[in-house]
């Protein structure tokens, strides 16, 4: 889906509300567990959102058990294209101002760890007048919000990615604080300290099933059983599984959509900054990999029909693959000439986790308080400051004002 309508989705349904501090929070209601009781915890999920979670309840001395389907970020998290940013004004105001507390909970974390990060910026542009005043506009708003951004001009451009080819004059969005990371290398990196911290990461290890105990909740894989004091569900587009497990009223995702993602080999260094634009985008890795996203998306034949309906995130043939990777160098190589002909390094699918209303779904639930969701899209901005909340949310038994409009609840009240 377009980026920009995405997120113009996201504001039609949620309306404006205010945010409250980040520090602001009230004691959680009876019968959600706190801090004394949670010792033993289940995170169902290894890409970045429970790897996340799974680094910060360790950290903090949890026992911690990841329990994983298929392997670390072998689904959006390793085939998502891992722009890091808070660029847009989105509504409700509450999610831009969870966005921006990640990208500076993204700099706390490298320093504590060493992640796979990259801060160049961004730099976006359109080709009609029309999508160009909706980014002038959408700068004018987060510039209010003294976020650094800025519409530049070609020439500036230039200076900033001197190798990057911009046809026309576009207007063009400067946003200095965003970047990037390789979403798989900071998965890997946050679960490689979850065991160094004593934790435990199982797979393949599919969960089948939950039951609410009256402390604590059992955990039900294909090969074992874990008893937990609570499990948090960090399951992505198999999120839908999860509800349906504990009979959750309403299932908090819809369809998921595809993209495809196209890796380089190492390359000499081209680019500074992420560029998205309405036929492609791109940015480099610190080792020299560029990794490209799909825009046009493949043409409706059966083949790719068929392909794409039990949700790949490989290809079937490596013909198909290299033919995709072609189609997409070649649309980004107007703009980057070197990525004519670069060694494809991978070619992944990724299925975007979208909740129904595009939010994030953050919280204990309800219905089994010893559940934790954490379920959404632009899950690699997020990871990090949702880590570090639900950790504060399981352990420390508050209710972090912030995450107020992302509870599943909310799905409830109409
Ligand atoms: C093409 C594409 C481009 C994207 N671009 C961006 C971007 O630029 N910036 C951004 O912030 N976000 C982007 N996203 C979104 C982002 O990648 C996701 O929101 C994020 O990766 C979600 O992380 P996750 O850990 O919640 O889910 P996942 O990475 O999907 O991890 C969920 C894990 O749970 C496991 N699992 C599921 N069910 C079970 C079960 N029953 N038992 C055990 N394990 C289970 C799965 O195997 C999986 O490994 C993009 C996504 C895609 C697909």
Redesign the pocket.
């Known amino acids: 889906m377009d980026r920009r309508k995405f997120l113009h989705a996201v504001s039609g349904a949620a309306g404006l509300t205010a945010a409250g501090p980040l520090i602001r929070g009230a004691l959680a209601a009876d019968g959600v567990p706190g801090s004394a009781h949670v010792k033993r915890i289940a995170v169902?999920?290894?890409?970045?959102?429970?790897?996340s979670i799974a680094y910060n309840l360790s950290k903090r001395g949890c026992e911690v058990i990841v329990?994983?389907?298929?392997?670390?970020?072998?689904?959006?998290?390793?085939?998502?294209?891992?722009?890091?940013?808070a660029s847009y004004y989105d509504s409700p105001d509450s999610y831009f101002v969870l966005r921006t507390h990640s990208l500076n909970e993204y700099h706390r974390l490298a320093q504590d760890i060493d992640i796979p990060i990259r801060w160049g910026g961004s730099l976006e542009w359109y080709d009609t007048a029309e999508r160009e005043k909706d980014v002038v506009d959408g700068v004018r708003r987060i510039q209010n919000s003294g976020a650094p951004t800025w519409m530049i001009d070609k020439e500036k451009a230039r200076e900033i990615e001197p190798r990057l080819e911009i046809p026309g004059s576009p207007q063009i969005a400067w946003c200095t604080r965003d970047g990037a990371v390789d979403?798989a290398g900071v998965t890997w990196a946050l679960l490689r300290r979850t065991i160094a911290h004593g934790g435990q990461v199982i797979y393949p290890?599919?969960?089948?099933a939950l039951e609410a105990q009256a402390k604590g909740i059992r955990v039900v894989?294909d090969s074992d059983t874990f008893e937990v004091d609570l499990a948090v569900a960090?399951?992505?587009?198999?999120t839908s599984?999860?509800a349906a497990m504990i009979d959750l009223e309403i299932d908090p995702m819809r369809v998921s959509t595809?993209?495809?993602?196209v890796t380089t080999a190492p390359m000499e260094p081209v680019l500074n900054t992420v560029v998205y634009n309405a036929d492609t985008h791109f940015h480099q890795l610190g080792d020299g990999r560029i990794i490209v996203?799909e825009k046009a998306g493949p043409a409706e034949t059966d083949q790719h029909r068929n392909f794409l309906q039990g949700r790949p995130n490989t290809y079937p043939t490596a013909e198909l693959a290299s033919e995709h990777a072609g189609r997409i160098l070649q649309v980004a190589s107007r703009y980057v000439p070197q990525l004519a002909g670069a060694e494809v390094a991978s070619v992944g699918v990724?299925?975007?986790?979208l909740p129904k209303d595009g939010l994030p779904v953050i919280g204990h639930l309800h219905k089994v308080p010893q559940l934790y969701l954490?379920?959404?899209?632009?899950?690699?901005?997020?990871?990090p400051i949702v880590g570090h909340i639900a950790a504060m949310e399981i352990l420390d038994g508050l209710r972090i004002d912030l995450l107020s409009d992302f509870r599943y609840e909310r799905f409830l009240m109409d």
């Open positions: 169902i999920g290894a890409g970045i959102v429970g790897a329990l994983e389907k298929r392997a670390p970020a072998a689904q959006a998290s390793g085939n998502s294209f891992a722009w890091i940013n979403p290890a599919t969960v089948t894989t960090a399951t992505g587009v198999g599984n999860i595809s993209g495809i993602i996203g990724g299925w975007r986790p954490a379920a959404m899209h632009s899950g690699v901005t997020l990871a």
